[in-house]
């Protein structure tokens, strides 16, 4: 998202087709996009990818009016149709590993764009289903139309909502689930304090969060995450991608980058591994400190799901 989206004016494409083709000779094989993205994005990642397609898993998303995330909502059978059909032509493939609607559109029921997805999988354009920022009732009634592989919502050690209801619904059912932001969009890097200005563009500048007393209290959380990651020598970032990866074999936490010296402090991230005293102390951290202001603003939770 962050090559053509929501952080600001957007990476060179020959840089970003660099950098996607440097995630892949790091050991990267799962790659997420989305038509809301711009067509720009798909279009990089596709040329970025092309010489080693089948090697990779490539995700991308449906749900938006136009494929514009301001326009409001649209998944209707016909449109999911349409954006697989540009989807593909975009990313230079001939299937979508993992098609995602990008938000419950409560307009179309549940039951229609499953469906719909299942026409496309049935048709050999589509592999999997997935959903995103939805909740377990939606999940199930989808599920029960067309088996969904994957859940892809925010989860972090800064957002931990999915752990009351959703992990346990997708234990149950047998559905991965692919964490957004896992980095607390940057937050959890210890890159940003109070001090931080966010340019033109850039999302964080309207989130709760991020605000500038949020910001404040949030920094000394990360201080004492980041005291942790200093004994086991890693950084507060790769402590952060560690810590989810030791929550559940079947979370897949999706860092977003445009620096290549950030992409491979991300995949150095796989390599730590947190024992469970580690585990207990960040537990009691954040138990002890918590978060401060809300992940999205008011029209931005209009679209989540619940």
Do not use: C
Request: charged fraction near 25%; aromatic fraction near 6%; avoid cysteine.
């Amino acid at each position: 998202m962050g090559l053509t989206f929501a952080y600001g004016p957007a990476t060179d494409r020959a840089e970003a087709v660099s950098l996607i083709r440097a995630a892949f000779e790091r050991g990267v094989t799962f790659f997420d996009s989305a038509e809301a993205y711009g067509a720009a994005n798909e279009e990089i990642l596709g040329e970025a990818v092309a010489p080693f397609r089948r090697k990779v898993v490539l995700a991308t998303k449906f749900g938006f009016k136009n494929g514009d995330a301001k326009t409001g909502l649209d998944s209707r059978p016909e449109r999911i149709r349409q954006v697989a059909e540009q989807s593909l032509e975009r990313l230079k493939t001939d299937v979508i590993d993992l098609f995602y609607q990008h938000r419950v559109d409560p307009k179309v029921p549940i039951e229609e764009v499953a469906a719909a997805v299942r026409d496309l999988i049935r048709e050999g354009k589509v592999k999997h289903f997935g959903m995103s920022e939805a909740g377990v009732e939606m999940i199930r009634r989808a599920h029960a139309v067309q088996p969904l592989t994957a859940l892809q919502s925010e989860y972090s050690m800064f957002t931990r909502e999915p752990e009351a209801e959703i992990l346990p619904t997708l234990d149950e059912l047998g559905i991965g689930f692919v964490a957004f932001s896992p980095l607390g969009r940057g937050l959890l890097t210890g890159k940003i304090d109070e001090q931080t200005k966010f340019g033109s563009g850039d999302v964080r500048s309207t989130l709760p969060r991020f605000a500038d007393e949020a910001r404040k209290a949030n920094h000394h959380l990360v201080t004492l995450i980041g005291e942790i990651a200093a004994r086991r020598q890693a950084t507060s970032a790769q402590v952060a991608l560690a810590w989810l990866l030791a929550q559940k074999p079947w979370i897949v936490p999706i860092p977003g980058t445009t620096k290549l010296h950030r992409l491979e402090e991300n995949v150095g991230g796989a390599d730590v591994e947190l024992t469970a005293d580690d585990l207990r102390e960040i537990g009691q951290v954040l138990t002890t400190v918590p978060v401060q202001g809300a992940r999205y603003n008011e029209q931005m939770q209009k679209l989540v799901n619940r």
